[in-house]
C-alpha cells in the first residue's frame, strides 16, 4: 500500500508563515507537548527517586535519605532534592557535595527555603 502524497494540503496552515513564525510555533508545540511531562514529574516524585538522582550525583545513600528527609520536611519534594542541592551549590560557589554536606548537617536550609521562596508549588 502506497501512501497518497498529501503535503502541499497538509502544509496549507503553515505555508504563509515566516522562518521565524514557524520556529515559535514549532516552540509553542514543542511546550504543549512537554509541560504535561514536566507537571506529572513535579507532582509524582518519590523519595525512593530523589535518593537515586542524589546517588547519582556521588552521594552515599545514607547521605541521600537525610538530604530527601530534609527536604521533605520543608515542603519542597516537588522541587526535587538534586535541583535543590545543586541550587545552593550555584548560589554559595560550593561543590555540590559540599552543599549536600551542609544541608545533612543542618546548615543553610534558611537559604535554600529562600531561594525556593518558602516552600512547594
Partial sequence: MKRADDF???RQHLKDLSDEALEKRFWELAEKIVDPMIALARKHTTPSIERSVLLRMGFSSIEAKAI?????????MGKGAGHVVYRLAKEKDLSIREAGLQLMERKLWDEVVGMFKGGAE
Fill in 8 to 10: 502541499q494540503q497538509r
Fill in 68 to 76: 530527601v528527609e530534609a527536604v521533605m520536611d520543608r515542603g519542597l
